[in-house]
């Protein structure tokens, strides 16, 4: 899987997921399918705050609509949740999710506060305790 798509996925899959209102609605629709009404009463949320939940979940591709009369029925996309956490979150991916990290920022910055700017000798006001 190309890196950047997987980062790109994976952020908005836990963007999709980081907030109490969308989790609230996934138990919701995990249970039955729900109008907007519905949700909104039950969460006791304004609805356009409720379709907007419900949009940001439609992005990541986690729940779906169809139309019932006059109203659109939201439901739980079951197998793409799960196919999605399974597959982002495999152990052997990742590692990719740090491709980009200088791994020698850290050594700089320890050989940096210790050592005197003017030169290479040891900065004799850093004492380290043990």
């Known amino acids: 899987m190309d890196t950047e798509i997987h ?3 994976l952020l908005q899959f836990f963007k999709a997921m980081a907030d ?29 705050t409720t379709s907007h939940h419900l949009s940001n979940l439609a ?27 399974q597959r982002l979150l495999k152990q052997e991916n990742l590692p990719e ?3 980009a990290v200088d791994e020698q920022a850290y050594d700089r910055k320890v050989l940096k506060t210790f050592t005197d700017r003017k030169s290479t000798r040891l900065n004799s006001s850093h004492r380290i305790r043990y």
Not at 60 to 65: H, K
Not at 67 to 77: A, C, E, I, K, Q
């Open 20 to 48: 109490s209102n969308r989790l609230k609605i996934i138990g919701l629709l995990s249970q039955k399918p729900h109008t907007v009404e519905q949700l909104s009463a039950l969460l006791d949320l304004g609805m356009s």
């Open 59 to 85: 992005k990541a591709g986690l729940v779906e609509a169809r139309t019932d009369g006059h109203y659109y029925l939201y439901s739980l996309r079951q197998d793409t949740l799960q196919e999605m956490s």
């Open 97 to 99: 999710l740090a491709v």
């Open 7 to 9: 980062f790109k996925e």
